[in-house]
């Protein structure tokens, strides 16, 4: 499966993601400026904030609380802010679509 990863500037990266990687590692893996990840994916630290497009974003589990909470001290959180470390790939997000933040800290 693929995922989008579309930078502030508006820049469209697209990756393939195998299934059960994390949208982070993708990001990581390719050295994609937007997402940093800096706790490799344990929710501590919102360097993989992003936004989720909307068209996509009742495809995903729910945030749990410590995502939540997270999200909350990430810069700039919306509504559809979510940590890309917690969104894994599977055949049902193929071609998912996510925003980055302008600046991830
Ligand atoms: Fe640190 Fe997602 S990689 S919270």
Redesign the pocket.
């Known amino acids: 499966p693929k995922a989008v990863f579309i930078d502030a500037k508006g820049g469209e990266f697209e990756l393939d993601v195998p299934v059960g990687q994390t949208l982070?590692e993708a990001a990581t893996d390719a050295m994609l400026d937007g997402i940093?990840?800096?706790?490799?994916?344990?929710?501590?630290?919102?360097?993989?904030h992003v936004y989720v497009d909307p068209a996509w974003v009742t495809k995903l589990q729910p945030a749990d609380d410590i995502e939540e909470s997270?999200i909350d001290v990430a810069r700039e959180p919306q509504e559809n802010s979510r940590?890309?470390?917690?969104i894994t790939m599977s055949e049902e997000l193929d071609g998912i679509v996510v925003h980055m933040p302008r600046s991830q800290f």
Do not use: F, P, R
């Open positions: 982070m940093i990840g800096e706790c490799g994916g344990v929710m501590s630290c919102a360097t993989c997270m940590l890309s470390c917690q």
